[in-house]
């Protein structure tokens, strides 16, 4: 019975490293970004920015219903951290994006104490961001500027069952709406899923031709200095791959947690990094 016992102990053991092995180590099947996909991408990104540009509430609190708004300021301002996820119809219907998934969140946080010239300048000090953002952010640069216009690079790395890292190019997009108020818009432009980081043998696999864990990244950022603080408002729209059939174990988890997280990661190391 000891040897059966010890037998069966061994099999559970190597069953378990085998699992661990298979969830760190395998990739799922390559996915290909499709042009029907980018397509749908843009369009659905087209109906949310006229719905952005229609003149509608500043902060998305505010376009809550009167008790609920006062309530939500509130809590905000105490500290909570607010994240909600966003469906974008139109007509009724939702977009479809074949081939991919969408995933839209929105998210609010306060600071006390600071202005917006503060909140702008550290979402526009590129350089540091590796050092601010990590480790999400491994690496940044800024690649050029004109006015406030930037360009950037960005390598993230992102950890959910498996660890995916991917070069990133971005145009920034800065405005002053007015003295108290001021927003932003920042597209990737290219995404480079990268193969054995920071080895000798590290190579950056086809754009749009990988493991389709992040094909696009799109985030609206909103600042108002109100309350003696500044309230700051981030919008993300990333584009990934569908779920494989018998893949959904691997995948699942990174596509449909992984955008939640990261935003809730930026808002909160925002905050605590501007907090005086």
Known sequence: MKTRHAYCERCLVASVAAAVFVSTAVPATPAELQARTVAAFDHYV????????????????????????????????????LIERVTTREGGKDITIPDGLVHHWIGLAFVPGITIDAALALLQDYDRHAEIYRPVVARSKLLARNGDMFR????????????????????????????????????????????????????????????GYLWRLYTYWRFLERDGGVYVQCESIT??????????????????????????????????????
Request: aromatic share 8%; glycine share 8%.
């Open 46 to 81: 087209q109906v949310v920015e006229i719905r952005m540009s229609a003149g509608g509430p500043f902060l998305w609190v505010d376009g809550l219903p009167e008790p609920e708004q006062g309530a939500r300021r509130n809590e905000v301002r105490r500290g909570a951290l």
């Open 152 to 211: 950037v690079y960005l390598r993230f790395s992102m950890k959910k069952v498996i660890t995916v890292v991917v070069n990133s190019e971005h145009d920034a997009y800065f405005s002053r709406d007015g003295p108290d108020r001021a927003h932003s818009r920042i597209y990737s432009t290219r995404i480079a899923e990268v193969e054995a980081p920071d080895t000798p043998s590290e190579r950056e696999k086809p754009v749009g031709r990988d493991g």
């Open 239 to 276: 584009l990934t791959r569908g779920i494989p059939a018998g893949f959904g174990w691997l995948i699942r988890p990174f596509v449909t947690e992984i955008p939640r997280e990261s935003l809730e990661f930026t808002l909160t190391t925002t905050r605590k990094t501007l907090a005086p």
